[in-house]
Each structure stands twice: as structure tokens, then as C-alpha cells.
């Protein structure tokens, strides 16, 4: 009996983040010559092995599943396998657990072994886990210009190169706070509208690429035709106007997939017609009225499970200006 941090290979240390979501995958290794079955093998001994801390001197507590949470485990091997050494390379059957590294503690050296059935991994080999910390600030993000058309920007947000390693990747909003054109099958959220700078900033929903919409010009929205989340505007019906809204539309979807592969997709289209309009009743008179919403902090979360919450300043420079991250923390789940 042996433990590894990797399935197909014997390495036995790992990095991982503090960020309360990173899993540190345990594979325990066991020869079995009997007729019960792998599956039946791989249940057992998840079932009954212990893990145990010998810098602590106890038995490991952190969460632990038989489960993958899919994102990365290691942060230098981030597909936590050796694509140099073929399954078919390994004799052993790999047991796998996962151990949820604590948010915001735990760091430093970690070395763990394995009991089972009244047998232990060798004290001299454990496996070594080094916990760092995870933390960011709005300098580590920037917003980046991908394609422009009319008075559209594709922008995507992500990590500065030097921030991590290049497997660190954000991923998507784990919730929007804006309004959704739902009626007219937006696939966007409407996060920000300035009436004095005549725009508008949008994030396109997780991993969509083509038939980008977020609204028909001039279309009145009844109450039941948008979701809003977070946004107090708009208590009737609800007119978003600009001519290039429809832009959206012919943006290249191997242009949008390219984007989401550095980071996060979002939209920013400006104009002297752009605006989102309220209905408003004036001496019984039916008006519009155009009203503006500051785009509130929204949390994000990467490759390697990491929460972050965002704050963006959509008018750098002054109110005709370009998005910037002004200001970015951890959080944790």
C-alpha cells in the first residue's frame, strides 16, 4: 500500500490554494489478487481508509468526498495526471479522495499517510502537501479589447499574465446582478447603464458563443418579459434603445469562444442613442424616462475553484471612458 498524488504517476507532493473550494486528491494505492471487483475494491477502501496527519499528530479533518469537484487539484500539475505514463503503465488500483483545503488557513507544509485495516503508508514517504495562500487585489486583473465594430467592444476579463500560472483561468459570475431581456431570448445581463455616457456594460452568460443578444431596440419589455436581480428600476414597462444593440448578432462565435478561453466575456456598446428607458406617467400623459444603474460587485470564480469579488469602474477616465477593475478581494463559499 502506497500514496500518490497523482493517478498515473508516483509523485508524491502537491500545491494547492487556500481558497475553501481547491481539493487535494489523495490516490491511495492498493494490490488486490482476490475476485471482488476494482469497483467493488475502490468503495471498500474508500469506506474505511484513515488519512493521517503526522504534522499534527491526528487524523485529517478536513471535508473529504469520494467526489471530484472538477476543478483543478494541484497548481503545478493542473490535469493532476502524467500524460508521459499510460494507464496501462500502472498495476496498482488508485483509490481516490478529496480533501477540501480549509479557506483562508492551512498554509504551509502538510504530510499526510494512509491506514487501512490496521496497515499504514511507510512515515518515510508521505505525501507532502504545501498549502498557499490565495489572495488577489484589482491590479491583477485587466480587461482586454477583442474586437471592436460600430460602437461594440468585446472585451474579456481575466488575470494578468504574471498573476498565476497559465492554467488559472477565471471562468464565469457565479451570479449576475443587472437586468436579462429573457423575452426575447437574451443571453446576456445588462450589469450597468449610464445615461450621461450613453452606454451600456454586458456579460455574456457561461460559455455562450453564437446568437449573442441582449435586447431588441426599441422593443417594449412588459414586467414578465426581464429579470431583474439587484437592480430596483423599472417598475413598469421597461425600453432599451440603440441601434447597434443588434450588433451583437453578427459577432464571430469562433471570435466569443476564443474569448472565453482567456477569461470572461463582456460586452461594452456605446452610442448617443443607447440607454435603458423607464415608463413613467406624467399629468396622465404616457412618458419614457431614461435612468442609469451603476454596475455592482460580482463575484467570479476560476480553474482552480477560487472566489474573487469584483468591483469595475466602466468610466475610466471620465464618463465617455474605457472599464477597468478598480478594486478586487477573496471570498470564500
Not at 496498482?92 to 478529496?98: A, G, K, W
Not at 456605446?270 to 412618458?287: K, L, V
Request: charged letters at 20%; one cysteine or more.
Amino acid at each position: 500500500m502506497n500514496i500518490f498524488a497523482d493517478q498515473f504517476s508516483d509523485r508524491q507532493d502537491t500545491r494547492v490554494f487556500n481558497n475553501g473550494v481547491m481539493q487535494v486528491s489523495v490516490f491511495i494505492s492498493v494490490n488486490y489478487n482476490g475476485e471482488a471487483s476494482e469497483d467493488e475494491i475502490i468503495t471498500y477502501v474508500q469506506n474505511n481508509a484513515v488519512i493521517y496527519s503526522l504534522t499534527f499528530g491526528e487524523n485529517v479533518k478536513w471535508p473529504n468526498s469520494t467526489t471530484d469537484n472538477c476543478f483543478h487539484h494541484d497548481i503545478d500539475h493542473a490535469a493532476n495526471k502524467s500524460t508521459s505514463v499510460p494507464p496501462k503503465a500502472i498495476s496498482d488500483i488508485r483509490v481516490p479522495l478529496y480533501f477540501t483545503v480549509p479557506g483562508g488557513s492551512a498554509k504551509g507544509e502538510h504530510r499526510w499517510i494512509a491506514n487501512l485495516d490496521g496497515k499504514q503508508t511507510s512515515e518515510k514517504t508521505p505525501l507532502i502537501i504545501t498549502v498557499e495562500s490565495f489572495s488577489v487585489s484589482g491590479d491583477d486583473f485587466e480587461i482586454v479589447d477583442k474586437t471592436k465594430f460600430d460602437c461594440l467592444v468585446l472585451h474579456v476579463l481575466k488575470y494578468k499574465n504574471d498573476v498565476f500560472s497559465s492554467a488559472n483561468k477565471l471562468l464565469n459570475c457565479t451570479e449576475f446582478k443587472g437586468i436579462k431581456f429573457s423575452g426575447t431570448s437574451a443571453n446576456t445581463w445588462v450589469t450597468m447603464s449610464s445615461a450621461n455616457g450613453r452606454k451600456l456594460g454586458v456579460f455574456v452568460e457561461y460559455r455562450e458563443t453564437s446568437n449573442i443578444q441582449i435586447a431588441i431596440p426599441d422593443y417594449t419589455y412588459q414586467q414578465n418579459q426581464v429579470v431583474k436581480k439587484y437592480v430596483d428600476v423599472c417598475s413598469s414597462m421597461i425600453m432599451p434603445t440603440g441601434t447597434c444593440l443588434d450588433d451583437t448578432l453578427v459577432l464571430n462565435p469562433a471570435h466569443v469562444d476564443n474569448a472565453w478561453n482567456e477569461g470572461v466575456v463582456l460586452i461594452q456598446v456605446g452610442n448617443g442613442d443607447i440607454g435603458i428607458w423607464c415608463e413613467n406617467w406624467e399629468s396622465g400623459f404616457q412618458t419614457f424616462r431614461r435612468y442609469s444603474f451603476e454596475c455592482q460587485d460580482l463575484v467570479f470564480q476560476d480553474t482552480f475553484g477560487g472566489r474573487v469579488e469584483i468591483r469595475f469602474n466602466w468610466n475610466a477616465g471620465d464618463r465617455y471612458g474605457v472599464s477597468v477593475v478598480s478594486k478586487a478581494k477573496v471570498v470564500y463559499p
